[in-house]
């Protein structure tokens, strides 16, 4: 390659310098490259690159051109002629006799070249960690040094300097590319290490988790057994023939055996509310007979105190719920039963209201609604004694487990303390939340809890997917083998509902009154369609009668209302009480049925037969 | 013109009327729909059921509101069924007319003659409107037996 004539040249060369530089990420190549290629362009005896060393004090001979391995060959950085070249933008001359321009032997009897030096920016190198680089450089500068050739009696150009100050910003450059690279590499390896120590704890928690798990199993059964002994033969002991004392004895072993029973019991389950392996156990259910249950259960031993016990349940309570009964009934009982025992006198009265809340919609629809996605309702069961009270500052230690407040411990109250804490999370676990409020001591309490339920609904539930009996025929035959019932007084409307389904497929059973119905309908049953509005026929007790027929979820067919009435008689929550999927206005056109039943299809109720 | 041919006309224009007229409405058009070959006579099989059903409705209705003391619910009980017959087979002004029936019962505790006089009015209308239609759906069920005996088909709804 020539010298370079033109400024025209320069550019390409520029150019051409600029892509060799930053056709590289590492930066000792990016660095030799430069020398390298400057060296070529500019038919230079030597090219140098002078480093600041870490203390930053001084710069350190760390690149050359001509020589392999270069003598680790230090200047202070407060040089005049290193300030001078630092100052500046541009390439500036310097003495061929200034330290850093000593990069060769010299042979006296030649002429050296002239010498060049420029500055070559440094990213400010806080901001990184990189090892070698200084870390709080005073002048972040390296210098680069170029010599042209003793006896060439060459000269630096105008456009030979430009040439070296473009490639020195252009070196920054591809330095600073070279650096953030180098960071990032390091942080995805320190990321990758921390990944792979996370994974190692996850594991060992799990393992923990599971030991603890399985030592809790076996312990279970190995606590229970004896207990179960202790319990069964105190029990028939109780029944023999005993002295006083005797009796007194046995009745003590029995109550602490059961006392120690229900305190494993809350332990297991505590534990496994607590590491969240609990899992409610969802399904429909009698919500008014879980609190008929409860009232049934305290009743003796609130007449026993002579405690009045009252139950309000409220107008638009639903009768069915989806949620998890038996813990409901758990925490229930645990919060009526604190009422109970710590009341000497007076009365409870429990009562239960359906929480208004904004995902509940006021829609009046009178058509067909699908129970929308957010079939949900917060129930909130507020239960109120006339007891001991407690007073406001150990009302946050209520829900603690294990603490029993001095004014709280009687010789009859018994109870291990955990009821409430465990109470406490079954309701955090279905949704809602629980507290207690007194005035203190001696003015009774109210304890109040809110949960999350769910309405029976078609996303609740499925059916099994049947086998139809007769293979699908002619005519428009878009559900075949599905199973409807109908109800209704009319024999006109029956005639037509029965045309409507057979049309679409359906194999369609009629009846005519209530108790027909309830005699003929099957677990084969898909649907139900009832007329509601016919006077005498409570459609929506029949509704009920006819859920509540079928035990297990999977027997209970769809129900959907028939009305003419364009009254607000048929309403949604009327519906979701007692168990009702959906409403249709008679008459029922031929498209309007079919995409009900479509409904019900996607909606996994019934499997079309492949 | 071929006689079939007319005959068809006949009925097609016939049926428009009913509808143009208020007799029937929409309701009927969807009992169409639900006849075809694995039930052909269907539409004729509701309707008569229809006229059993409103005879019976309208003897009811009569017995009473000719006793000594009406009770009104029972009134209402009947017109109530009778409403939802006729609204099956899309009897458009039967339907209507029970309606305006049913309002009037449900004002029963107006004390004297006058809910008597409405009842018994609105008996009357009721079973005007129901002759009425039954004589329209008499004969576009004849207009459809003469085209099938004439060889002819049903015109698809």
């Known amino acids: 390659m020539g010298l370079i004539r033109t400024q025209e040249e320069t550019g390409r060369h520029v150019r051409m310098l600029t892509h060799e530089i930053r056709s590289t990420l590492d930066r000792h190549t990016i660095l030799k490259t430069t020398l390298v290629e400057l060296g070529r362009t500019l038919a230079l005896e030597e090219c140098a690159l002078w480093m600041p060393t870490r203390t930053g004090l001084e710069l350190q001979l760390s690149y050359t051109l001509r020589q392999q391995n270069p003598v680790e060959y230090t200047v202070p950085i407060h040089l005049p002629v290193i300030n001078q070249v630092f100052s500046s933008v541009r390439a500036v001359k310097i003495s061929h006799s200034s330290p850093v321009a000593r990069l060769r032997p010299l042979a006296v009897k030649y002429m050296p070249g002239e010498v060049v030096a420029i500055r070559v920016p440094l990213l400010h190198l806080s901001n990184f960690q990189i090892n070698d680089w200084p870390e709080f450089p005073t002048k972040p500068y390296a210098l680069m040094v170029l010599m042209l050739p003793s006896d060439s009696a060459r000269q630096w150009h105008d456009h030979e300097l430009e040439l070296v100050e473009v490639v020195a910003d252009q070196v920054a450059v591809a330095l600073s590319h070279a650096a953030i690279l180098e960071e990032s590499m390091r942080a995805r390896d320190l990321l990758m290490e921390q990944n792979v120590a996370l994974d190692h704890a996850r594991r060992e928690a799990e393992t923990a988790i599971r030991a603890r798990n399985d030592f809790l199993a076996v312990m279970n059964h190995e606590m229970r057994t004896p207990m179960h002994a202790m319990i069964a033969l105190s029990s028939l002991l109780q029944e023999t023939k005993l002295t006083p004392e005797q009796r007194l004895m046995v009745e003590t072993i029995l109550r602490s055996s059961n006392l120690l029973d229900t305190l494993i019991n809350d332990v297991l389950d505590l534990s496994r509310l607590e590491d969240g392996s609990l899992q409610l156990d969802v399904e429909t259910f009698n919500l008014h007979a879980v609190f008929k249950e409860v009232l049934n259960l305290i009743k003796p031993v609130a007449s026993v105190k002579k405690l009045m016990v009252t139950l309000n349940l409220a107008q638009e309570l639903p009768v069915y719920a989806v949620g998890d009964e038996k813990r409901l009934m758990q925490t229930m009982l645990n919060v009526v039963g604190n009422a109970v025992k710590f009341s000497k006198e007076g009365s409870i009265s429990i009562a239960a209201f359906v929480e208004k809340s904004e995902s509940l919609r006021d829609s009046r629809a009178p058509d067909f609604f699908p129970v929308p996605s957010d079939n949900h309702f917060y129930l909130r069961v507020q239960v109120k004694d006339s007891g001991s009270g407690i007073s406001p500052q150990d009302i946050p230690k209520i829900f603690t487990k294990f603490s029993q407040t001095q004014s709280l411990v009687t010789r009859n109250s018994g109870g291990s303390g955990l009821g409430l804490a465990i109470s406490k999370r079954f309701v955090n676990l279905m949704g809602g939340h629980i507290w207690l409020e007194s005035e203190g001591i001696g003015k009774g309490c109210t304890a109040t809890f809110v949960v999350k339920l769910g309405i029976p609904g078609l996303s609740n539930e499925s059916k099994f997917p049947f086998a139809p009996k007769v293979p699908a025929n002619h005519g428009q035959t878009d559900f075949p083998g599905l199973k409807a019932l109908v109800m209704d007084d009319s024999g006109v409307s029956r005639m037509v509902t029965e045309g409507l389904l057979v049309h679409l497929g359906c194999e369609v059973t009629t009846v005519s009154s209530s108790e027909e119905c309830l005699r003929v309908v099957s677990h084969e049953h898909h649907v139900v369609f009832l007329d509601v509005c016919a006077p005498g026929i409570d459609g929506y007790e029949l509704a009920a009668n006819i859920r509540e027929k079928f035990t297990r979820q999977l027997e209970k067919p769809l129900i959907i209302a028939l009305t003419g009435d364009t009254t607000d008689k048929v309403t949604k929550e009327n519906c979701a009480r007692f168990g009702i999927n959906g409403v249709l206005m008679k008459p029922v056109s031929v498209d309007k049925m079919r995409s009900t039943l479509s409904e019900l299809w996607t909606n996994g109720f019934y499997t079309r037969p492949s | ?157």
């Open chain 2, 1 to 157: 013109m071929d006689g079939v041919v007319q005959l068809q006309k006949q009925l097609v224009d016939y049926i428009a009327s009913l509808f143009h007229e208020g007799f029937l409405d929409e309701q009927f058009n969807q009992l169409q729909q639900l006849q075809d070959e694995s039930n052909p006579d269907f539409v004729v099989e509701v309707v008569s059921l229809f006229f059993e059903d409103s005879e019976r409705l309208l003897n009811e209705l009569a017995k009473a509101l000719e006793q000594e003391t009406i009770d009104f619910r029972k009134v209402d009980a009947h017109v109530h069924q009778f409403k939802g017959s006729s609204s099956s087979i899309g009897a458009h002004r039967v339907q209507n007319v029970c309606i305006t029936f049913r309002n009037y019962c449900e004002e029963q505790n107006v004390e004297g003659v006058e809910p008597w006089h409405r009842c018994l009015k609105c008996l009357q209308q009721v079973k005007h409107e129901y002759s009425l239609v039954r004589n329209k759906l008499e004969t576009l069920f004849q207009l459809e037996k003469q085209i099938i005996a004439a060889g002819g088909s049903l015109p698809a709804t």
